[in-house]
T-cell receptor
Framework: DTAVSQTPKYLVTQMGNDKSIKCEQN?????MYWYKQDSKKFLKIMFS???????INETVPNRFSPKSPDKAHLNLHINSLELGDSAVYFC?????????????FGDGTRLSIL | DQQVKQNSPSLSVQEGRISILNCDYT??????FLWYKKYPAEGPTFLIS?????DKNEDGRFTVFLNKSAKHLSLHIVPSQPGDSAVYFC?????????????FGKGTHLIIQP
């Protein structure tokens, strides 16, 4: 049973399109996250979402918007895709918003912009 | 501005010997430090963590050491096994603000040779 699952695993699309990546966790966690791993391999936090409280990393463009229909899901919508959005996006979850709770990651979605 | 630095992109160690992975950080506000392990095409997997009030934490073959004065932590794996070959990320957390996500280093690719 996959604990944190993301779909799709690969996403290839053209500049200017709007796309979504879905994330679901079956761990009963109440906090979910989105990370971006760029071409330099750095993993950077984009959002965290806990009990309907969204905390946004200030460097994230507003073309990116997380949507949480319920506690087990946090989807990532991206509008007007740009070449620089090409990266691997990881969803993660943890129990609580405490720093000592390890985060569980999905396997990533590789987004390629043509 | 890298707050978390892993200066060795790769490390090769013979099976059975000790693997030592290093990490330096600049933000003295970090209060938890974690190590994650990542296989290709998979998400990072939590390995071990340490609170900033401790200087050592041990879990089986894995031990993490924290030197706060030097802002340095290290992960020791002994004895090293073939399955330990992976990319290891050091991750630090400051629970007092921001997106409360993890700040990752760039990773060290550990290769265990038979």
């Amino acid at each position: 049973d996959t604990a944190v699952s993301q779909t799709p695993k690969y996403l290839v699309t053209q500049m200017g399109n709007d796309k979504s990546i879905k994330c679901e966790q079956n761990l009963g966690h109440d906090t979910m996250y989105w990370y971006k791993q760029d071409s330099k391999k750095f993993l950077k936090i984009m959002f965290s979402y806990n009990n309907k409280e969204l905390i946004i990393n200030e460097t994230v463009p507003n073309r990116f918007s997380p949507k949480s229909p319920d506690k087990a899901h946090l989807n990532l919508h991206i509008n007007s895709l740009e070449l620089g959005d090409s990266a691997v996006y990881f969803c993660a979850s943890s129990q609580g918003h405490l720093s000592n709770q390890p985060q569980h990651f999905g396997d990533g979605t590789r987004l390629s912009i043509l | 501005d890298q707050q978390v630095k892993q200066n060795s992109p790769s490390l090769s160690v013979q099976e059975g010997r000790i693997s030592i992975l290093n990490c330096d950080y600049t933000n003295s506000m970090f209060d938890y430090f974690l190590w994650y392990k990542k296989y290709p095409a998979e998400g990072p997997t939590f390995l071990i963590s340490i609170s900033s009030i401790k200087d050592k934490n041990e879990d089986g073959r894995f031990t993490v050491f924290l030197n706060k004065s030097a802002k340095h932590l290290s992960l020791h794996i002994v004895p090293s096994q073939p399955g330990d070959s992976a990319v290891y990320f050091c991750a630090d957390v400051y629970s007092g603000g921001g997106a409360d996500g993890l700040t990752f280093g760039k990773g060290t690719h550990l290769i265990i040779q038979p």
